[in-house]
């Protein structure tokens, strides 16, 4: 093997470790976003953990976080919470820096 094709192997090696932690990242926010509007929602310990399964679920629709922020923006329009679009957005980019941060960590 060259140290070209080494070089390639290596790049290709650190992309997919890359990866491979950005989506368990994105699936630790939408864990975290869960919980976090389940408190708002004053649901019970084991609710907020189904419900944050649920969130996680949604993240499947389609790429991008765009179907995250649809489910938390329905449900919690429906538990009729004060909540505006930038507050939801903000908590989603804070608890994505959490996460990368807490995935990182356990690498």
Same mark, same amino acid.
């Given at each position: 093997?060259?140290?070209? /094709?080494?070089?390639?192997?290596?790049?290709?090696?650190?992309?997919?470790? /890359? @990866? +491979?932690?950005?989506? #368990?990242?994105?699936? &630790?926010?939408?864990?975290?976003?869960?919980?976090?509007?389940?408190?708002?929602? +004053?649901?019970?310990? $084991?609710?907020?953990? +189904?419900?944050?399964?649920? !969130?996680?679920?949604? /993240?499947?629709?389609?790429?991008? $976080? @765009?179907? !995250?922020? &649809? #489910?938390? &923006?329905? /449900?919690?329009?429906?538990?009729?919470?004060?909540?505006?679009? +930038?507050?939801? &957005?903000?908590?989603?980019?804070?608890?994505?820096?959490?996460?990368?941060?807490? !995935?990182?960590?356990?690498?």
């Amino acid at each position: 093997m060259s140290s070209f /094709d080494k070089r390639q192997k290596g790049f290709e090696s650190k992309f997919a470790h /890359d @990866e +491979n932690l950005e989506f #368990k990242a994105a699936a &630790r926010r939408n864990k975290l976003l869960g919980l976090w509007l389940a408190e708002l929602m +004053n649901k019970s310990q $084991d609710d907020a953990e +189904n419900y944050a399964k649920q !969130v996680i679920i949604a /993240d499947f629709e389609e790429a991008g $976080d @765009e179907d !995250v922020f &649809r #489910k938390l &923006r329905a /449900d919690a329009d429906e538990a009729e919470l004060t909540l505006s679009d +930038n507050q939801i &957005r903000t908590k989603m980019a804070e608890l994505t820096e959490i996460a990368r941060e807490q !995935v990182r960590s356990e690498a």
